[in-house]
């Protein structure tokens, strides 16, 4: 499965983005999806994940209340909805497929198989 993240960019404290990963494949609908992000000089962190059809999710406790992780299976695509920018979520952002479940709370590197390019957002203050 390839993955291919877009709608990064640069915005302001307050603003909005939406994140979008379009999955190759029709096998995405059967696995659990997630987000992270890098952040200059920092590991990767784990932000957000939702269930394969879509009726479960969890969040990093940094985005929760902001963030909303959504997924559409007839377009093979999950998108990360972003509100109340701050900048310290300036990173670049990493979709995930978790081929092996379908739901659970997989928030570390390891339990996810496939990973999208990245696409950086920027957050100025």
């Known amino acids: 499965v390839q993955l291919q993240a877009s709608g990064g960019g640069l915005v302001q404290a307050g603003d909005s983005l939406r994140l979008s990963c379009a999955a190759s494949e029709r096998t995405f609908n059967n696995y659990q999806m997630g987000w992270f992000r890098q952040a200059p000089g920092k590991e990767r962190e784990f932000v957000a994940l939702i269930s394969w059809i879509g009726d479960s999710t969890y969040y990093a406790d940094s985005v929760k209340g902001r963030f909303t992780i959504s997924r559409d299976n007839a377009k093979n695509t999950v998108y990360l909805q972003m509100n109340s920018l701050k900048p310290e979520d300036t990173a670049v952002y990493y979709c995930?497929?978790?081929?092996?479940?379908?739901?659970?709370?997989?928030?570390?590197?390891?339990?996810?198989?496939?990973w999208g390019q990245g696409t950086q957002v920027t957050v100025s203050s």
């Open positions: 995930a497929a978790d081929s092996r479940n379908r739901r659970g709370v997989a928030k570390y590197e390891a339990e996810y198989d496939y």
